[in-house]
């Protein structure tokens, strides 16, 4: 209790009590993030044990160690996204999709696309749905010994994830889409942003080869002004909170690590997707083949975020009017385009959900759509 | 550490009534930007501004890869084009590559297994 100074004043004394409780917080925070500032470890993401069983140019197929003694047959291959590091599904301990995922016991690969150079900048779109995509199903089926997987993509990786599914659909058993972006003209800004009338896709590629990381993250930044100034200050709101900073650390370095997105492939994704639309209409060709998306039957269930400001919920949800599968379902969580996966919320909001859904959709690795 | 959360609301509490101020000014302001990133002129500026960079920065940058590629066929060195038009040489292999390996995989698993012998 603060001493009375001037009488028995109950307004000049509260206030003084506060002004002395804020002091004494400010210069809490002030001694807790020197601390942080001289002892703090670097921040250490992707930590869940794994084994890399395939590389190839810059990207590696992680398959993580089991927990469990029999883990569920059918394994379930992550594709992520190749503009963001993969990371983001295994953010930190007690974190982590992955950690969670492999803790429910399911048998779990995940793709790190790396991260490409200038000598990337002729990769195409077919490339990596024909190529790098189909060669590590390939071998995730070989090193687990089943002839088909289940497949989980998240934001770009998920539409690389139901484009490999409509054209090789004897692979997979059951796909799941997080977030994943499937008919393009929706009320989102960046496909307003990215219409042909304001984007010129050939002269960004034609003069700078691949799409720089730096332009891609001041577009996202964008979508959202005023909330990296917000985070700032929460930031220093709670630096007495020490997991909370890492938390925030952990987020920060995985938002800050982008990778550019080979040139090729972008004008693809950019002209073909955004521009035109073509994947919802059936008329995007990749290698020598169409894209019907009604040739994906087997059991699908797409994930959507209430307040995602990069895949609106609409524009992932219409994959589920767009197969043929007799078994599926759009679930909806509370949250944004990354804090579905790796909030703090994301265990109770979404995490559950999808283990149990997998659960249910990996006891038999009889066929594609068959289940048990 | 305990966390004291402030009042914004309390004339008691200035600092909280601060932080109260500031986050409705933030507020304010993200919404007045969050409308403005919205309009097609935002979309039009930014696509011009990003054309006009690319369009007038194109002949320097022409100038400097010229003088570049000058010195390094001095040195006997390879210049950046000469690289990239090598990895477009080997991504186009890679590329046949893959369709080879796509129709040997459908071959294999399209053939019927051989009957096992008694």
Known sequence: ?372 | MSQHRPDDTNPMDPFGMMKGLRDANLDAWSKMMQQFVNTEGYAQATGKMLDTYLTTSAPFRKLIEQSMAQVLAQLNMPTRSDVTSLAERLTNIEMRLDDLDAKLDSLLESKPSKPEQE
């Open chain 1, 1 to 372: 209790m603060f001493p009375p100074l001037w009488g028995n004043l109950p307004a000049t004394n509260a206030l003084l009590e506060q002004l002395w409780r804020e002091l004494d917080e400010m210069g809490n925070r002030f001694d807790a993030s020197l601390r942080m500032m001289l002892t703090a470890d670097p921040v250490e993401v992707g930590q869940t044990p794994a084994e890399v069983v395939y590389t190839e140019n810059k990207l590696r197929l992680l398959h993580y160690r089991p927990v469990v003694a029999q883990p569920a047959p059918v394994p379930l291959l992550i594709v992520p996204s190749i503009i963001n590091r993969y990371y983001i599904l295994d953010l930190m301990a007690g974190r982590s999709l992955v950690e969670y995922l492999v803790s429910q016991g399911l048998d779990v690969y995940m793709l790190d696309w790396g991260t490409p150079g200038s000598d990337d900048r002729f990769v195409s779109l077919d490339h990596y749905i024909t190529g790098y995509l189909r060669r590590v199903v390939q071998r995730v089926r070989a090193h687990a010994g089943q002839e088909h997987i289940g497949l989980m993509g998240y934001c770009i990786g998920g539409t690389f994830s139901a484009i490999f599914t409509a054209l090789y659909p004897q692979y997979v058993h059951s796909l799941v889409e997080l977030a994943a972006p499937i008919n393009f003209h929706d009320s989102g800004l960046l496909s307003q942003w990215a219409s042909p009338e304001h984007f010129n896709v050939d002269l960004i590629v034609d003069t700078l080869g691949n799409m720089p990381a730096a332009l891609m993250q001041a577009s996202f930044n964008m979508l959202k002004p005023g909330a990296q100034i917000r985070q700032q200050m929460a930031l220093a709101d709670r630096l007495g909170d020490t997991q909370g900073v890492q938390d925030f650390l952990a987020m920060h370095t995985w938002v800050n690590d982008n990778v550019p997105f080979p040139g090729e492939a972008f004008r693809k994704y950019i002209k073909e997707c955004y521009q035109q639309n073509h994947l919802v209409q059936g008329k995007l060709i990749i290698g020598t083949q169409q894209v019907d998306l009604g040739q994906i039957q087997c059991p699908l269930l797409t994930i959507t975020a209430s307040r995602d400001h990069i895949c609106p919920p609409d524009s992932a949800a219409v994959l589920n009017d767009l197969v043929s599968s007799a078994d599926k379902r759009v679930l909806q969580v509370i949250g944004g385009h990354v804090g579905t996966v790796a909030g703090h919320g994301a265990r109770t909001q979404m995490w559950t959900q999808l283990s149990t859904w997998l659960r249910e959709h990996r006891s038999s690795p009889d066929g594609p759509g068959s289940y048990g």
